[in-house]
Every structure is written in C-alpha cells, then in structure tokens.
C-alpha cells in the first residue's frame, strides 16, 4: 500500500492568528503563556487538518524560524545571547529580530536589544531564515526540549508522528562562520549532537524522522559531497529510521549520492525531477522506500491527477509498500485553505488549490493507486473540467500583449546615454549633496491606514473620503521627512496593502485571494496575487498620489515601483507558459508607468527588485539564462527614460556578490542595497569589483526594532567609502519602513540625517 505524508504544514494559521499573537506579545499585550497556548491550538488545529495522512509532520511548526529552530536545538547560540537567563523563546525572539516583548525588557536589565541575526532567502523562495554562525570555537549541545513537547502534544492527540529536522549538512551550508572559520571543521561535534537527537527521539518512540537536505539539488563540490557521506554513515547506527528529504530542483549530479546514503529513505521533489525519476529507480536499492513530491506545494494550480497518474501506477506496481507520495515541499509556502475564499469568482476558484486542497489531491492519488482509478472516478472527471476550463478560458489569452512582446528589440532596453553623462546631467539637475540621504520608499502603515482601507473595501468609506484619509497620511509622510531634512524624498505609500498585491489589482491578467497568506519571515505574511492571464496596464496606477506629494515640497520626490522580476517572483505565477514571457510582459506594463512618471515631471523613480536574485535557478550553470531575460525585463522597464531622469532600484536580504556583474548590467543610476545587519560584508565584492554607478547601502535594520546610533551608521559608511568613493555613496534604511512604528522611524531617521551631515562634513 502506497504511504501518504506530508513534509510540512504553513504554521501561520488560516487567519494569521500565529502573526497577530506575535505582534501581541513583542507589544507586551499578552503573555507569553498565552503566546505558547496559542501555538499548541495551532499545532492541534493543523494536525486535525493532516489527520487523513499515514506520517504527519511534527516540529515543523515555528513560532518564527524552522532553521532558528535548529540553532537552538543544537545549542548554537551567538555569544550575543549566551547569558540570557528569562525564557528561552525571548532569548530566541532576541536573535530573530534583536529584543522581545517590551514587558521582559522593562523588568530585566539583562534583555536589553543586541543585533538581530542577519537574515537572507530560503533558496530560491520568498521565505528568509535566521542565518546559523559559527567560527572556530563553535561548540553544539543538545536541547531537543521544543521538539520534544511538540511530540508529546501530537502522541496525546493521537497523531501518527514524523519528526522534522534540518539535515547537518544544509545546516552547515546554511551557515556563516565568522572569522575565516572553516565550517566542514565543524562537522564531527555537529553530528555526535544529532545523534543524540536521533538516539533520544528513537527512546521516545519514533520510529520514522524526516531530514531535510535541500542543497542535495545544488551543485556540491568533493568536500561537501563527502560530508554528505561522512554524515550519514555516522547516523547509520541509531535505531530509527531516516528519511531524508530534497526539493525544489533536480539532484542531478547528486544523484547517485542521495540515492545511496544509508537511510531507509529518499525523498526528491518529482514535480521539478521528474526527469531524474527513471535513473534514480535502476540506483536506489530495493529495501530503500523512495518518497516522491507528486503535488506542487510551491504554487496553487490543481494537479493534473490523471497525468500524474499515468506515470505513477507502474512505479506503483514496481515499487509496492515502498512507494511514498507527498507534496513536493512544505506546505509552507502556499496558502491554508481555498474554501476560506468567498470572493473569488467560481471559475477562478475552481482551478486552484491551496494546503489542504493539495492534502485531497494526494489522498485521491492514493485511493487511486490502492484500489483503481474508477474508485474516484468522480474526483478525475471534475479535476479535467477544471483544467479545460483554465486552459480554454479566452481570459488568459490577449493578443494585443503576445504582439508587443514580440515586438520586443534589445533597443527598448537600452538608455540614451552612458552613466557617466547621465550622472552629469542629473547631478545638475536635482543639486543633492554629498551623501544624500533618502528612504526605501514606505513609511509606517498605521491602524488609521489600515482602517481606512478596511472601511473602503468593504464599502463603508467612499471614493472621496478614502482618497482624503490616504492623502492626510501623505501629507503627514512629507512633513516629518522635511522636519527630518532627508534630502530625496517618497510619498510614503499608505495607499498601497503590499509591494506587489498593489501592482497586481491593477493590472489585467492578475486575481486575488482574501486570505491567500504565506509567511515571508516571522510575523510577516504576504498575500501574493495570483497571475492567471497576459498582463497589461489599464491606466496610470501611481502618478496621481506621486504628484499630489511632489505638489508639497520644493524638494525632490521619488515615484516608487516595483519592477518586473519582482512582481513575478513574489506572484503565483501561471504555470502554462515559461516565466520569462510572464516577466516581460510585465515589465512592456511598468514601462509605461515609468514613462507617465516622467511625463509628470517625477525626476527620481525606484524600481525595486528586491527578488531578483531569489528567482536564480538553484545551480549556476543555469544561472545566465535566468539572469539575461530577468536583466533585460528591468531594463525594458526603466530605459525608456531621458537622461536626466535619476533610476534607482532596490534590493534586499540577498547575498548578490556573485551576480555583481549582472547587477551591474542594470545599468540603474543607484542601486540600495541590505548591508547593517552583515555589517557591510555584503560590500567586500567591491573590493574587487569596480561598480560603476552610485549605490546606497542600507544602514538601517528597519526588520528589529531596535533603532541605529549615529555613531554606528558613520562607522558604516565610513566601511562603505572604503570601497566605493563617498561622491557615488547614498546614505538610506536597508528596506522599506512600513513594518515599524512612528516612534521607531524618527529616532533612526534623525540619527541617519545626523550621521550623513558628520560625514559630510568630514569629506
């Protein structure tokens, strides 16, 4: 009989329950017993939905960061944080985000903010971890205390348990070792503690553990493929059964590797490797069970059942009780539940598929393969209605979009002059000082905001009134920037919900979901739009409030975008045709708004692209072609431009020393970048790599609330100007603001603008 099982649920609750507890108790509104009581219904709730499964998951719940999580349980902590003496969960909320709650602060002189670890993509998705560190002296000690109580919680319930860990060699390559410290060096005492786990889980009862090793589909070079080997034939001994994981992309030259580590079993993600399939079958040994991810759990189309089907009844047949099929991934990264959705139109509603929809797909794949295909014959015939429907539908399809992109010459990306004459022309145009100073683009979205929004949606507050309130909040945005006298100012963006969602309900091609949520990183939850269709633009979507704040002030206001390889990369994107067609088509659609920006006299315009570089295929022989349509696609947008019109863009929480030269072919006029919480590591790459244009690295860690000195954002440019000349340097937070309070923005800013005339002056 084939096992069902799932590698990971979306932890945040189908109502963001886990990210309004959160913020509650960091606020100091609740307790933190109350905070873990909400975390327990929430793990209870979850494993009720999973109950159809044969192998639940247990431990991928996180109150912020699954690979945080592991840092803990290995009892590797920054010295930071090591005299910590109140609860653990506040010293771990201390590492995710660098304070906890304001009440243990208050009551505890020991509490007090220290830096946040730094934080970067999950590879190539929309999720940030808490980046492990390590250096030479880096000792690990058991603590499995937190996965414990979640297997005590799920055996009282009556769940049929697996275990999830993060597997010790992504951990270590997950990792940043501090100090020129050599991190495979570490790999002996990791593992004598994962052992420990594995022997301690093994006591309590656990016969099956999942251990994810996603960086099985990079490219792994001899030494890491021996760790791999030198891991695996250590854990060999303990009595419990492994099962070990790999997803997002294809093993490739991995394969012969994963397929015989001694564990009872693999997992590859079969949505992205069905290619490999029929290799690994003639290399995996017979007693070994192989898990295949059948249903994709990083986007929300149905699954063609029948497809999959067709190639997966004889591997059924061949394989027998030693066949697995689950999600292609952790739920994680795609919405709870489809049937929340009163507000999507029938057809739209009928060709997606969300957590648990995907937990039905798999339990008709298995009664299927258990006892025939005419056993849900029912399920089949709807499931090929819907896909007919969506591929027949005349609402995906639009001509007029499929010329334009074929229309498309390498002229359309190209800017009228070099930046060196550019540069000149806009230097004389907008008078900025040195070090100029400005932010990413958005200020804090406060309870006014969202109510107003609240009321406008649901039609209690009409077109003229909400137009009011968003302008009151611009108004209020542009008087505390000219109080704090930054030199290039934003609007602020209090009309727009999200970075992306506000694009998306303005273009057509795209639909939206209620409560269509997925976590990003900690209490952060994005609603991505789904892109179904051929994308166009309307009318002007931000000209109007851009304008309205440039009428306020006699000082320069920047018009904020989000770029095209963003939009795609933070969307559900269709699945019907490749995504560089999708991205261009995008970026024919901000290219207008760029040039009616211009046409209204907007002189600066940021076009941010802080996904850029998380959509990079997962092995870098594939990188060039991603990187040349994703290049091209920003400059499609940005260059139809004259030359005294200033483009910026924007990036952040991405490690990109190695595409510097692709970031570089941008050609964007400024480029902001994430640099405080890696203490301008991100910048050695300029040690050695003479970025031509002007760049502004963030010295701002808007992602904790603990508020920068003027002190250390001077020490931080003054790192900066060590590699780049202060005349190309900008000074600006690392990411927009509209995460953080009034009473936090002020205070950092302040100290920003102070820092930036110390430095000014000193030049």
Not at 155 to 175: C, F, N, S
Not at 257 to 270: Q, R, S
Not at 642 to 663: G, K, L, P, V
Request: charged content about 25%; overall charge negative.
């Amino acid at each position: 009989m084939t096992t069902i099982h799932n590698l990971g649920f979306p932890r945040i609750g189908a109502k963001r329950e886990l990210k309004f507890a959160l913020e509650s108790y960091w606020k100091g509104e609740i307790s933190l017993d109350e905070l873990k009581r909400l975390g327990s219904s929430l793990r209870q709730r979850h494993w009720n939905n999973q109950s159809g499964l044969d192998l639940v998951p247990v431990g991928d719940f996180s109150f912020y960061d699954q690979v945080l999580d592991m840092s803990f349980t290995l009892g590797n902590l920054p010295d930071r944080v090591r005299d910590f003496h109140g609860d653990p969960l506040d010293n771990y909320f201390r590492v995710a985000r660098g304070r906890s709650a304001q009440s243990v602060h208050e009551n505890h002189t020991c509490c007090g903010g220290v830096a946040a670890g730094e934080m970067t993509k999950w590879f190539d998705t929309n999720y940030h971890y808490i980046v492990p560190e390590f250096n030479a002296t880096t000792e690990f000690k058991l603590d499995a205390s937190r996965l414990l109580a979640q297997l005590a919680e799920a055996k009282q319930q009556g769940v049929k348990a697996k275990p999830v860990i993060i597997g010790p060699v992504t951990y270590l390559a997950l990792g940043k070792a501090k100090e020129n410290a050599d991190k495979l060096a570490l790999l002996p005492s990791l593992l004598a503690v994962y052992s420990q786990l594995l022997h301690t889980l093994s006591e309590h009862g656990i016969e099956w553990v999942q251990i994810d090793e996603p960086i099985l589909v990079t490219e792994l070079n001899t030494d890491w493929q021996h760790a791999f080997n030198l891991a695996y034939h250590q854990l060999k001994p303990c009595r419990i059964k492994i099962l070990v994981t790999s997803y997002f992309g294809q093993l490739q030259d991995n394969l012969y590797l994963a397929a015989n580590l001694p564990v009872a079993g693999l997992h590859i993600d079969a949505v992205n490797d069905h290619e490999d399939l029929r290799r690994l079958l003639n290399l995996i040994p017979q007693h070994k069970v192989l898990s295949l991810g059948v249903v994709n759990g990083r986007n929300i189309w149905k699954t063609d059942l029948n497809a999959v089907l067709d190639w997966l009844e004889p591997l059924a047949e061949r394989l027998g009780d030693k066949l697995w099929i689950a999600p292609s991934c952790s739920l994680l990264h795609v919405p709870v539940d489809l049937n929340n959705e009163q507000k999507l139109d029938v057809d739209m509603k009928s060709w997606l598929a969300f957590a648990l929809q995907k937990l039905d797909e798999l339990q008709v794949l298995a009664k299927a393969l258990r006892h025939g295909r005419d056993s849900v014959k029912e399920e089949l015939t709807a499931n090929q209605s819907a896909l007919a429907a969506r591929r027949n539908s005349t609402r995906v399809t639009n001509p007029v979009v499929q010329n334009a992109v074929a229309a498309i010459t390498t002229k359309l990306g190209a800017r009228q002059s070099s930046y060196t004459i550019r540069a000149a022309k806009q230097a004389t145009l907008l008078q900025l000082p040195t070090y100029p100073t400005t932010t990413i683009g958005s200020f804090p979205q406060t309870a006014e905001i969202r109510h107003a929004r609240s009321e406008f949606k649901s039609g209690k507050l009409d077109d003229a009134g909400y137009k009011a309130a968003m302008q009151a909040e611009i108004a209020r945005s542009v008087r505390e920037q000219e109080t704090l006298d930054l030199d290039v100012l934003v609007h602020g963006e209090a009309e727009r919900n999200d970075m992306v969602e506000y694009f998306g309900e303005q273009l057509d091609g795209y639909a939206f979901s209620q409560f269509g949520w997925v976590q990003s990183y900690g209490s952060r939850c994005v609603k991505p739009p789904i892109l179904f269709g051929d994308i166009s633009r309307p009318k002007a979507m931000t000209v109007e409030w851009t304008s309205y704040a440039q009428s306020l002030t006699k000082k320069p206001m920047k018009g904020m975008l989000t770029g095209p390889v963003t939009i795609l990369n933070w969307s559900f994107v269709r699945d019907d045709q490749p995504r560089s067609v999708s991205c261009q088509q995008l970026a024919l659609a901000i290219r207008e708004e760029v040039q009616d920006l211009e046409k209204a006299g907007v002189r600066i315009i940021q076009i941010d692209e802080a996904a850029l570089r998380e959509g990079l295929p997962l092995r870098k022989a594939e990188w060039k072609n991603y990187l040349d349509w994703a290049i091209e696609s920003f400059r499609i947008t940005a260059n139809g431009v004259t030359d005294t019109t200033q483009i910026h863009t924007h990036m952040c929480y991405s490690e990109f020393n190695d595409i510097i030269s692709a970031i570089a072919d941008m050609d964007a006029d400024v480029i902001t970048i994430e640099t405080s919480r890696s203490d301008m590591e991100l910048l050695d790459v300029f040690d050695s790599f003479n970025y031509p244009n002007e760049i502004g690295p963030g010295v701002y860690d808007i992602h904790s609330p603990n508020i920068p000195t003027k002190e250390d954002i001077v020490q931080l440019m003054r790192k900066a100007a060590e590699r780049i000349p202060g005349e190309r340097l900008w000074v600006n937070p690392d990411c927009g603001l509209k995460t953080r309070q009034w009473a936090e923005v002020l205070p950092a800013l302040t100290n920003m603008v102070a820092a930036a005339k110390e430095l000014r002056a000193a030049a």
